[in-house]
Nanobody, 124 residues
């Protein structure tokens, strides 16, 4: 059982930045970790993923060039640096961990463990 805890959310104005953190109880069994977001009334949306053993990253088109996913394996911590934030980035952000194997990193159902989420609100 892997425990995940997000932090770093908050309220910012458009154009601002936030850095989300996700502390994991362990990452030794991780194949990849990801960030998802969910706005009220919408489905959970994949944002970014990192293949934990290689450091390879992937991004949704909506955040490419603005968000950066990274990890500190020594601290078992996942990060999401969010720059040039837009009002449409407003959502609850979740980190997730896949310990099953290399499947579909964009699919929420392919992640094994989830954090409780941290709210990000971007005002215009």
């Amino acid at each position: 059982q892997v425990q995940l805890a997000e932090s770093g959310g908050g309220s910012v104005q458009a154009g601002g930045s936030l850095r989300l953190s996700c502390a994991a109880s362990e990452t030794d069994s991780s194949y990849y970790m990801g960030w998802f977001r969910q706005a009220p009334g919408l489905e959970r949306e994949w944002v970014a993923a990192i293949f934990t053993n290689f450091g390879t990253t992937r991004y949704a088109d909506s955040v490419k060039g603005r968000f950066t996913i990274s990890q500190d394996r020594a601290k078992n911590t996942l990060y999401l640096q969010m720059d040039s934030l837009k009002p449409e980035d407003t959502a609850m952000y979740y980190c997730a961990d896949n310990t099953h194997g290399y499947t579909d990193y964009q699919s929420a159902k392919d992640y094994t463990f989830w954090g409780q989420g941290t709210q990000v609100t971007v005002s215009s």
